[in-house]
């Protein structure tokens, strides 16, 4: 697992960054070819949303890449956040290896 100190690009910024000004596209004909609302884009692309599988496997298919390409910048996003918010890294920290607590 590698974990940086520097918080990971988002999936909103390199689906704005790397796809929709290159193909000089907006977030709605984005929506219309994956078949999803424009909300869910624009909620992608603002980081109010998170990738799901299906929404991976739209992104791989309209992108023409694939869904694990999506879900990993989904996850190094979920981990970085999950070790640098102080009650989510505290409650980590307090997890044990099962063999320290039981054997």
């Given at each position: 697992?590698?974990?940086?100190?520097?918080?990971?690009?988002?999936?909103?910024?390199?689906?704005k960054?790397?796809?929709?000004a290159?193909?000089?596209?907006?977030?709605?004909?984005?929506?219309?070819?994956?078949?999803?609302?424009?909300?869910?884009?624009?909620?992608?692309?603002?980081?109010?949303?998170?990738?799901?599988?299906?929404?991976?496997?739209?992104?791989?298919?309209?992108?023409?890449?694939?869904?694990?390409?999506?879900?990993?910048?989904?996850?190094?996003?979920?981990?970085w956040?999950?070790?640098?918010?102080?009650?989510?890294?505290a409650?980590?920290?307090?997890?044990?290896?099962v063999?320290?607590?039981?054997?």
């Open positions: 697992m590698i974990i940086t100190k520097r918080q990971p690009v988002s999936v909103g910024k390199i689906i960054e790397e796809y929709l290159p193909l000089q596209i907006t977030q709605d004909q984005l929506a219309r070819a994956m078949g999803v609302s424009r909300k869910t884009v624009n909620e992608i692309c603002n980081g109010k949303r998170t990738v799901t599988v299906d929404t991976a496997l739209l992104l791989g298919k309209v992108l023409e890449n694939t869904p694990d390409f999506w879900l990993n910048l989904q996850r190094r996003s979920d981990l956040a999950a070790l640098n918010t102080p009650e989510r890294k409650r980590i920290d307090r997890a044990r290896p063999r320290h607590v039981f054997l």
